[in-house]
């Protein structure tokens, strides 16, 4: 596969549907999470694994009864994302945990292959996926969700903040109704309206924008209620040319409702560790 260069905003946005396939499986699976879950898979996906190959979404629910009263976790360890002529080629390395109905508990090492579809303005979906178990492991069973459930949240902000249009709709469901913003670079912003009013102003004078994060971390405050810590080095380009760059450490406040396509930041907390800065 011949590739090209490959934007930050596209690795976020594989990214994000990566973390949204395991969810499914590490919450009770209902008719709501099932329909979120088809809509990240191409209609005539292709998946193969150790229970077989798989053509075409609408035979996916049917592979979903195996795993009724299963405990189960995925935790990622190495993700790589290209580009290609046929999309977006993703990679993954994760260490899968099970407990099953009886009590037996598995764990394993898999690699997935994956390719999936863009559009350039959409979430990207799935139009194939390739299971391979690469050995096993005796691990402890630890709860992967919450990991998965807010690395999914922050890679679709991050997407959506790269996206550099001034528009808002993305963000609507990614924030709690009473949230509060406490940018380090302006006063909180407390509604979608003054979100929008932000995203039209500084962030418009760009032409490239580029989050690597680094040193996330998530706890669970209580049920369905998390505190995600990450850093964000940031680099950017101006549209009179200008390099920029800044570094910023981000403490928010998720709530979720599992039943909702991503969980949504109630309050976020920014503070900079190297301010904005012009490169040349």
Not at 219 to 235: A, G, L, P, R, S
């Amino acid at each position: 596969m011949k590739t090209a260069t490959i934007t930050t905003r596209e690795q976020h946005l594989a990214k994000v549907q990566l973390y949204r396939w395991y969810q499914l499986y590490e919450r009770e699976i209902n008719e709501k999470r099932i329909s979120n879950q088809l809509e990240i898979l191409a209609d005539d996906i292709v998946m193969k694994s150790a229970a077989g190959e798989m053509k075409g979404k609408e035979n996916y629910p049917e592979r979903l009864k195996v795993y009724e009263g299963w405990k189960n976790a995925h935790h990622v360890e190495n993700v790589n994302v290209t580009n290609s002529e046929k999309g977006l080629h993703l990679e993954a390395d994760i260490r899968y945990q099970n407990i099953r109905p009886d009590g037996e508990k598995k764990s394993y090492t898999i690699h997935y292959n994956t390719l999936l579809n863009k559009d350039g303005k959409n979430l990207p979906e799935f139009s194939f996926i390739e299971i391979t178990p690469t050995g096993e492991t005796t691990e402890t069973f630890k709860d992967a969700y919450p990991e998965n459930r807010t690395k999914s949240l922050m890679h679709y902000w991050l997407a959506s903040m790269e996206n550099l249009d001034g528009k808002v709709e993305p963000f609507v469901e990614m924030l709690a109704d009473d949230f509060t913003l406490n940018f380090s670079t302006s006063s909180p912003i407390k509604s979608i309206k003054e979100l929008e009013t932000w995203l039209n102003g500084t962030p418009l004078q760009l032409k490239v924008s580029s989050h690597y994060p680094e040193n996330f971390s998530v706890k669970t405050i209580m049920k369905n209620e998390y505190e995600v810590t990450v850093e964000f080095d940031w680099k950017g380009i101006t549209k009179d040319n200008k390099q920029v760059k800044a570094k910023t450490k981000h403490i928010w406040y998720v709530v979720d409702n599992p039943n909702e396509r991503f969980a949504r930041i109630l309050k976020a907390d920014v503070s900079q560790i190297e301010p904005f800065e012009i490169i040349n």
